[in-house]
Antibody
Framework: EVQLVQSGVEVKKSGESLKISCKGS????????IGWVRQMPGKGLEWMGI????????RYNPSFQGQGTISADKSTSTAYLQWSSLKASDTGFYFC?????????????WGQGTLVSVSS | SYELTQPPSVSVSPGQTARITCSGD??????AHWYQQKPGQAPVLVIY???ERPSGIPERFSGSSSGTTVTLTISGVQAEDEADYHC??????????FGGGTKLTVL
């Protein structure tokens, strides 16, 4: 069974750093792109970027450039999203999701989401 | 910049048919996909590549495409279908984007 399990709730202050995780299981982690999607409170979904864990090739939505760095550790089947200096505007839910393997850009499995709360 | 436009809300009585639209200039050339999201939960893929249904998704969910508009149709709506529905596509450079989401209310 394919599963993506994300790390838990984070409560931070502006200026702090943070790294959240997404651990994949039940499939060959290095063979599928993983994406990160933000959802601000009460709002829609926003695509931040994707990474191919096989070679750590990462691509970003230009709208999110500089607002989080995506990485992956294939030895632990884990993808990461990290910030070096959080802002209050980073508050929201962050989902990781697997990109389907048929060459088209849709997400067939999702993590449960990580709530990040940043106070100023 | 390229956008996908959805109505903010759709309301329907149980047993009726709900239709949720998503419009975008690139949709004649790019597939659209649909996700269902219930409160406090992660999105779930319900339709991919305009009209394909993943295993485990009820047959009452279907998708169609016509020109710059794609439509998610839920036939015989049930109370459990009340959720937010998000369309998603990509532009020609591979940039993934989502519509603003539609809240389906079952009256």
């Amino acid at each position: 069974e394919v599963q993506l399990v994300q790390s838990g709730v984070e409560v931070k202050k502006s200026g702090e750093s943070l790294k959240i995780s997404c651990k994949g299981s039940g499939y060959t982690f290095t063979s599928y792109w993983i994406g990160w999607v933000r959802q601000m409170p009460g709002k829609g979904l926003e695509w931040m970027g994707i990474i191919y864990p096989g070679d750590s090739d990462a691509r970003y939505n230009p709208s999110f450039q500089g607002q989080g760095t995506i990485s992956a550790d294939k030895s632990t089947s884990t993808a990461y999203l990290q910030w070096s200096s959080l802002k209050a505007s980073d508050t929201g839910f962050y989902f990781c999701a697997r990109v389907a393997g048929d060459g088209y850009s849709y997400f067939d499995y999702w993590g449960q989401g990580t709530l990040v709360s940043v106070s100023s | 910049s390229y956008e996908l436009t959805q109505p903010p809300s759709v309301s329907v009585s149980p047993g009726q048919t709900a239709r949720i639209t998503c419009s975008g200039d690139a949709l004649p050339k790019q597939y659209a996909h649909w996700y269902q999201q219930k409160p406090g939960q992660a999105p779930v893929l319900v339709i991919y590549k305009d009209n394909e249904r993943p295993s485990g998704i009820p047959e009452r969910f279907s998708g169609s495409s016509s020109g710059t508009t794609v439509t998610l149709t839920i036939s015989g709506v049930q109370a459990e279908d009340e959720a937010d529905y998000h369309c998603q596509s990509a532009d020609t450079s591979g940039l993934v984007l989502f519509g603003g989401g539609t809240k389906l209310t079952v009256l």
